[in-house]
């Protein structure tokens, strides 16, 4: 499996269909989460966006913004702290979700903090570790990562 977050959200699912996280004080199932964060990804793609495009990182301190942030890495949006422009919004739709996901892995480039381009990989191994202060800008999306870990592991329900 590849450290990146769609595969992530989908093996936890799979793994824990019924484990519970929170998020910003409320709890949802993994497999809530992922429905959510699937159906967001794919209206993004209806919308026009492509894989590669660049959308503002949101402040995350509603549900509905961390699901967006996860949506939008499950289809290789890139987040970035500064105002990014539209992106062309072609006559059809994106692609496929499933073709988006399939091209997402550990290198894949998830956001732009600052001048630093963090991958999928290294966003997905910082959930692990304690010293994130300079990527304080993705501290709720590190914060769902690790307790969708912990959770597909059975730790019980945990989060930021």
Do not use: C, F, K
Not at 76 to 97: H, I, K, M, Q, Y
């Amino acid at each position: 499996m590849s450290l990146a977050i769609p595969y992530i959200l989908d093996a936890a699912a799979e793994a824990s269909p019924d484990a519970v996280v929170q998020v910003l004080r409320h709890h949802l199932t993994v497999t809530e989460l992922n429905r959510r964060s699937i159906v967001r990804a794919e209206r993004y793609l209806h919308e026009g966006y492509r894989p590669g495009d660049r959308i503002l990182l949101p402040p995350m301190i509603t549900v509905s913004q961390v699901i967006d942030v996860l949506a939008a890495t499950r289809i290789g949006l890139v987040l970035s702290g500064d105002p990014a422009p539209e992106p062309s919004r072609p006559d059809s739709p994106g692609p496929d979700r499933e073709v988006a996901e399939s091209h997402i892995w550990s290198e894949v480039p998830v956001a732009v903090i600052g001048s630093r381009t963090l991958t999928h990989g290294e966003v997905v191994e910082a959930a692990d570790r304690a010293d994130t202060q300079e990527l304080e800008a993705l501290h709720p999306l590190l914060a769902v990562l690790r307790a969708i870990g912990e959770a597909a592991i059975g730790e019980g329900a945990i989060g930021v």
